[in-house]
Structures are given as structure tokens and as C-alpha cells.
Nanobody, 119 residues
Framework: QVQLVESGGGLVQAGGSLRLSCAVSGNILSINAMSWYRQAPGKQRELVAV???????NYADSVKGRFSISRDTADNTVYLQMSSVKPEDTAVYYC?????????????WGQGSQVTVSS
């Protein structure tokens, strides 16, 4: 099994920065990719950033150039560095671990962290 524990959410002013952390424990060798998603009130959950097992990264167009996903393999933590934040970045942010075995996909989710950007 894999467990995810998030930290680092809070209130930040527009233009500021915030870093989210996701501590990963359990069978981490089974993880194919780690991602951050977000869900704003009344909207669907959307992918923000993903880092694959080979270290490659991808970002939603809305956060490219402002957000950065990274990982520290020494302490099994994934980070989302958020810079130049905007009020539209306000959402609950979720850490996700994805495992793929043959054709089966297993998604594990963190508890969610509220990020509020004030204008």
C-alpha cells in the first residue's frame, strides 16, 4: 500500500509563493507517477502537474512557468512550488500517486490542502 500526507496549504496574496509537500510512504517502488491535482468550488478536479518515475514533468497550461513539481527521493517527498499565484489558483490541492500494473490503474490520493489566494 501507499500513503500520502500533504502539508503546506494556506492563505497567500496574489503574486506570492507557496510550497506544498506530499510525504509518501509504503510501497513507493510500485509508483509510476506522482501528480498534483486541484479542485475549485463548483469545478471538476484538474491535473496541475505530474512527475514520472524517470523524472520527466508536465504541467497544465494555466500554471506553466509559475508552478514547479519536484521530488526528493531521499525523504520520499514530492513538492509543488507555486509562484506568482493568482486568485484563480484558489482550490483544494490533492497529491496523487498512480500505479499501473498491466492494464489496471490504481490512484491513491492525499487528504487535500486548501490554498486560498487573496487579491
Amino acid at each position: 500500500q501507499v500513503q500520502l500526507v500533504e502539508s503546506g496549504g494556506g492563505l497567500v496574496q496574489a503574486g506570492g509563493s507557496l510550497r506544498l509537500s506530499c510525504a509518501v510512504s509504503g510501497n513507493i517502488l510500485s509508483i509510476n507517477a506522482m501528480s498534483w491535482y486541484r479542485q475549485a468550488p463548483g469545478k471538476q478536479r484538474e491535473l496541475v502537474a505530474v512527475i514520472s518515475s524517470d523524472g520527466s514533468t508536465n504541467y497544465a497550461d494555466s500554471v506553466k512557468g509559475r508552478f514547479s513539481i519536484s521530488r526528493d527521493t531521499a525523504d520520499n517527498t514530492v513538492y509543488l512550488q507555486m509562484s506568482s499565484v493568482k486568485p484563480e489558483d484558489t482550490a483544494v490541492y490533492y497529491c496523487n500517486a498512480r500505479r499501473v500494473l498491466w492494464s489496471a490503474v490504481d490512484d491513491i490520493w492525499g487528504q487535500g490542502s486548501q490554498v486560498t489566494v487573496s487579491s
